[in-house]
């Protein structure tokens, strides 16, 4: 549904995208995590038609973005960074004005309306002017504004900045709910949680660069200090489990760490290893590094790299 191929874009002699590839299939959910500055929202500007970019070659809902934009802009919704409601009009108003400007006849909007006030949980808001809102219902109203047109593909930049955390739940379980209604969604966010949670795949954006692309488990073994934790019986055999494996084991432990990345290869080989030393384990538990892992070490690698 999205695709982007030697994606570049410069502003003199900074290059903010360096010839990135992307591919976002239909009907997922696909995050583009990074820092502040990463050009995450550059990303989202050029796939949206906002920005030019300076190379490659960019299809969005089965269109091109520098010859089509217009058939781009009729596929999408798009909810920036911050929102973008106005104040001085109702939630319903703010819905009603969006379906003016796609041309909606009386009935359809007012159809409309009533539904997005409802998916999003603002009916008993309707009537209020935006203003009065909390910074969670501006969000949501926002979001719901850019889906009057029922687009195919919903862009969201950083959705959750500057909510609570319970707000930021609430809006999670409404991006779960655009994909299981059909939407591709592609979302950028610089909190590691957020693309865990909610994300079919991920992309890290480091110095202009993709630098690791995977499902949130896929990158998670990608860093260090992954490790599957036996526990055993007694300590005898712990201790046999230690030799066979070539680990140090302390006294009296019922437990033992070894590093591992939990895949099932390497899991089936540690299985293995202890089955053909003749001992037997009661429980086993897999430990992967967390995103956070993982951001740290693919963006210290990046700049080791760069060096």
Do not use: C
Request: without cysteine; charged residues 25%.
């Amino acid at each position: 549904m999205i695709t982007a191929t030697g994606l570049l874009k410069a502003y003199g002699k900074n290059t903010v995208l360096d010839r990135i590839d992307l591919d976002v299939p239909a009907g997922s959910v696909f995050a583009l995590l990074g820092p502040n500055g990463a050009g995450k929202t550059t990303t989202v500007q050029i796939l949206t038609t906002l920005v030019r970019p300076d190379a490659g070659e960019l299809r969005v809902a089965g269109h091109d973005v520098r010859t089509e934009p217009d058939a781009v802009r009729a596929a999408i919704g798009v909810t920036g960074q911050f929102a973008a409601v106005d104040g001085l009009l109702t939630g319903a108003e703010n819905l009603m004005l969006m379906a003016d400007l796609h041309h909606l006849d009386r009935r359809a909007r007012r159809e409309r309306t009533a539904e997005l006030l409802a998916l999003f949980g603002l009916e008993d808001a309707a009537g209020r002017t935006a203003a009065t809102y909390s910074g969670g219902m501006r969000r949501r109203l926002d979001i719901a504004m850019g889906l009057v047109g029922t687009p195919r593909v919903v862009f969201l930049d950083e959705p959750t900045t500057g909510l609570d955390p319970r707000a930021r739940r609430a809006m999670w379980d409404t991006i779960r709910g655009l994909a299981a209604g059909g939407a591709t969604v592609f979302l950028t966010t610089q909190y590691l949680e957020e693309a865990d949670q909610l994300a079919d795949r991920i992309a890290v954006l480091h110095g202009g660069r993709i630098v690791a692309e995977g499902t949130a488990e896929q990158l998670k073994r990608l860093a260090p200090g992954g490790h599957v934790t036996l526990t055993f019986a007694g300590p005898e055999q712990t201790g046999a489990a230690g030799r066979a494996l070539g680990v140090t084991v302390a006294d009296d432990r019922l437990t033992l760490d070894v590093p591992g990345d939990g895949s099932v290869q390497g899991l089936r080989a540690l299985l293995a290893t202890l089955d053909g030393a003749g001992v037997e384990i009661d429980e086993l538990a897999v430990h992967t590094p967390d995103l956070d892992d993982v951001f740290l070490a693919l963006t210290a690698s990046a700049k080791e790299d760069a060096r």
